[in-house]
């Protein structure tokens, strides 16, 4: 069983490495991270310059191998030409915060998880509910109970797949009802922020992300916020199959 793990907020994050220390006894692991936190740069990858690579040293990072790029630079590369096998599964996270809903258009978490799986390697990306790292060793723990668990259902053999798993910042994270849900949607972005720089011009802060809009039961925001760990299985076709008819009546195409 070869395994590897990922992430976007960059190889030093806590949650990195509970992940990689909750998943220890699986098998072989690889980590492979981004140097810098690389949250909501999606699934960008490095084209205009050359990437590096070095070795982590320290406690909790040890033997993590690092890259100037993105999150999809990284498993891009391992599964490219720097791991000389091929891994079973990709993990990234555990990500500082929700991935629910539209963020999982805009996450480096998801996208890490998501080159493994446009590979064809089955895969689950991790996040906690709320920012800040609370609770990251249960989240840890439930994460690798959800794995442990894919293992004994056989999954991996059905593969690929792609998993977007939230998980309450809760003590009792592992023991946690687990629902399997769709994605809810947020509402649009709070306002850009503007500001002056001290040269006296105009600079502008994305603002943060909207509030749930559709977080009806079902969804992931849904099971989040009444205690349960959200299990949504993703797919990456794009395609509106229930309005190509009507382009097609509109355009006079088939
Ligand atoms: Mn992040």
Redesign the pocket.
């Known amino acids: 069983m070869r395994i590897l793990i990922s ?3 960059g190889y030093l ?1 806590p ?1 990195l490495a509970a992940l990689v220390q909750a998943c220890r006894g699986l098998g072989h692991i690889d980590v492979i991270a981004p140097e810098q ?4 740069t999606s699934n960008a990858l490095t084209l205009s310059r050359p990437l590096s690579i070095f070795e982590a040293r320290g406690d909790h990072v040890k033997g993590f191998r690092v890259i100037n790029g993105t999150p999809s630079d990284c498993v891009h590369v391992a599964l490219t030409g720097l791991l000389e096998q091929r891994p079973d599964l990709v993990l990234s ?1 555990i ?3 929700a ?1 629910m809903g539209d963020d999982t258009l805009y ?3 998801v996208a890490a998880a998501m080159e493994g799986y446009l590979f064809g390697i089955p895969a689950i990306a991790f ?1 906690q509910g709320t920012k800040g790292w609370a609770e990251i060793d249960a989240a840890a723990a439930a994460a690798r109970s959800i794995v442990d668990q894919v293992l004994a259902s056989g999954a991996l053999a059905q593969g690929p797949w792609l998993l977007n798993v939230n998980i309450p910042n809760r003590p009792d994270a592992v023991a946690l009802p687990r629902r399997i849900t769709r994605l809810g949607r947020r509402h649009a972005s709070e306002p850009v922020i503007l500001q002056t720089n001290p040269r006296g011009e105009a600079i502008y802060w994305i603002g943060p992300s909207g509030d749930a809009r559709e977080a009806g039961e079902g969804t992931d925001f849904h099971a989040v916020a009444n205690g349960a760990v959200s299990i949504t299985p993703l797919q990456v076709d794009l395609t509106d199959h229930a309005g190509s008819s009507a382009w097609a009546s509109r355009l006079g195409v088939r």
């Open positions: 992430n976007d907020d994050a949650g936190n690389a949250s909501g996270g990500n500082n915060g991935n996450s480096g978490t996040s």
